[in-house]
């Protein structure tokens, strides 16, 4: 998949707007890339390292954070089999986008677990794409729809 990347730190600009990078504040940094991050393909048999890359997506309508305010929790764990998180091995960033714009980035080390949480507000319907980066594999892709 060509995409827009912010040379700088990463950053995908899945809606294409690249006057300045929403991650690390930086005007006129992003390049064109060729295959900026793996897509999954659900219909061909997985390999391990698709089950330790593809995000997997959990929507939880009922936000165990804050209740009674109509919050949506996207939990994104990193891997059907739990990616590893060793100093030479692990996820470096989780980047959570709402129908293709920006709206959270979670930067882990090899000491935290390869999961992330954005609470969404009440009422929150389209499409939440996250892709995340192994230090060692590159940058994978998931979506999931809100209805």
């Not at 950053?11 to 929403?22: H, I, K, Q, R, S």
């Amino acid at each position: 998949m060509e995409s827009k990347v912010c040379k700088a730190c990463g950053y995908v600009a899945l809606d294409g707007n690249t006057e300045t990078c929403p991650v690390c504040h930086l005007k006129n940094v992003f390049e064109e890339k060729q295959d900026a991050y793996k897509m999954p393909d659900f219909k061909a048999e997985k390999g391990e390292s698709e089950k330790k890359h593809i995000p997997a997506i959990t929507v939880v309508e009922k936000c165990g954070l804050i209740p009674g305010t109509g919050c949506i929790d996207v939990h994104v764990k990193i891997g059907e089999i739990t990616h590893p998180a060793l100093p030479e091995h692990y996820i470096t960033n989780i980047t959570f986008y709402l129908n293709g714009k920006f709206i959270a980035s979670a930067l882990l080390s090899a000491d935290i677990n390869p999961a992330a949480v954005v609470h969404l507000k009440g009422g929150t319907k389209g499409k939440v794409q996250v892709i995340e980066n192994c230090n060692v594999h590159g940058k994978w892709y998931n979506e999931v729809e809100i209805a």
